[in-house]
C-alpha cells in the first residue's frame, strides 16, 4: 500500500515546502514571500505549480495571496473612464476648455523638442487633465487625478514608463492628442471616445513590447481591448 507522501499532487508538496520555508526563515505577519519565480527556481518546479500550492496555503490560513492593481489594470481603467470621459467633454468643451488643450499640447511639443529620455512629461498630463475638467464635472475631474496619481505610484508602471523615454513613442502619443482634440473640437462625442480609446490602446502595445512577465509587479491583467465598432457612443 502507497504512503499518503507518495499520493500527493506536485502542488502539495510544494505547499509543504513553502511552508517549512515559511517557518525556517521565519517570516513576520504581513511580510512578502519571494516571487513566484525565485520560488520556483529554489524548488526547481514550475511557477504553475508554486501558484497553485500558494492558493493551497491561503485556503489554509497560512499565507494571504494579494494582487494590488498593475500597471494594465490601471490602464484598462483609465481607458474606460477617459473615452467615457473625452466623449461628454465633446458636448461640455468651451472655447476656454479648447484654448487649454492647445496650450498643453504646445507644452508637450516644447518638451519633445528640447527633451532628453526620461524628459517632463507636463504637457501628456495637462492634455488630459484639460479634457476631464471640460466635462466641469469635479468628479470625473477628481477620479481622472486619482487615476494618473495611482500610475506614478505603481513601481511597475515606473519601470515600464522608464524605457518610453525615445521620443518616437511620445511624438506618436502626441500624434494622438491632437486627433482627439480635433474630434472635441468638432464637438463629435463619438470620435472622441474612439480616438482617446485608440490612444490608450496604442501606450498599452508599446507597454506590453518592455513588459517582463517574471517581474513581482506585473499583474497578468492583459485584457482583450473591445474591436473599436463596438465601444458604443
Do not use: C
Not at 494582487?67 to 458636448?91: C, D, H, T, V
Not at 501606450?203 to 517581474?215: C, G
Amino acid at each position: 500500500m502507497k504512503s499518503n507522501s507518495s499520493q500527493q499532487r506536485p502542488y502539495q508538496e510544494v505547499g509543504a515546502m513553502i511552508r517549512d520555508l515559511i517557518v525556517q526563515t521565519p517570516y513576520r505577519p504581513g511580510e512578502r514571500l519571494p516571487p513566484e519565480r525565485e520560488i520556483a527556481e529554489r524548488l526547481n518546479v514550475t511557477r504553475t505549480v508554486v501558484r497553485e500550492a500558494l492558493i493551497m496555503l491561503e485556503i489554509k490560513g497560512l499565507v494571504e495571496v494579494r494582487r494590488g492593481a498593475g500597471p494594465f489594470e490601471l490602464l484598462q481603467a483609465r481607458q474606460l473612464l477617459e473615452s467615457n470621459i473625452a466623449e461628454f467633454a465633446a458636448l461640455q468643451a468651451t472655447r476656454e476648455d479648447i484654448i487649454k488643450m492647445r496650450q498643453a499640447l504646445q507644452l508637450e511639443e516644447r518638451e519633445l523638442a528640447s527633451s532628453a529620455p526620461g524628459g517632463s512629461e507636463s504637457g501628456d498630463m495637462q492634455f488630459h487633465l484639460a479634457i476631464a475638467e471640460a466635462t466641469h464635472n469635479s468628479m470625473l475631474v477628481e477620479l481622472f487625478r486619482q487615476s494618473w496619481q495611482w500610475r506614478e505610484n505603481n513601481p511597475m508602471w515606473l519601470q515600464l514608463h522608464s524605457h518610453l523615454g525615445d521620443t518616437l513613442y511620445r511624438k506618436e502619443w502626441l500624434v494622438d492628442h491632437k486627433q482627439i482634440l480635433a474630434a472635441l473640437i468638432k464637438k463629435d462625442a463619438r470620435a472622441a471616445k474612439l480616438a482617446m480609446w485608440q490612444h490608450l490602446e496604442n501606450v498599452k502595445q508599446r507597454l506590453l513590447e518592455f513588459s517582463n512577465v517574471d517581474d513581482i509587479y506585473f499583474d497578468g491583467y492583459l485584457f482583450e481591448s473591445w474591436p473599436l465598432d463596438n465601444v458604443d457612443a
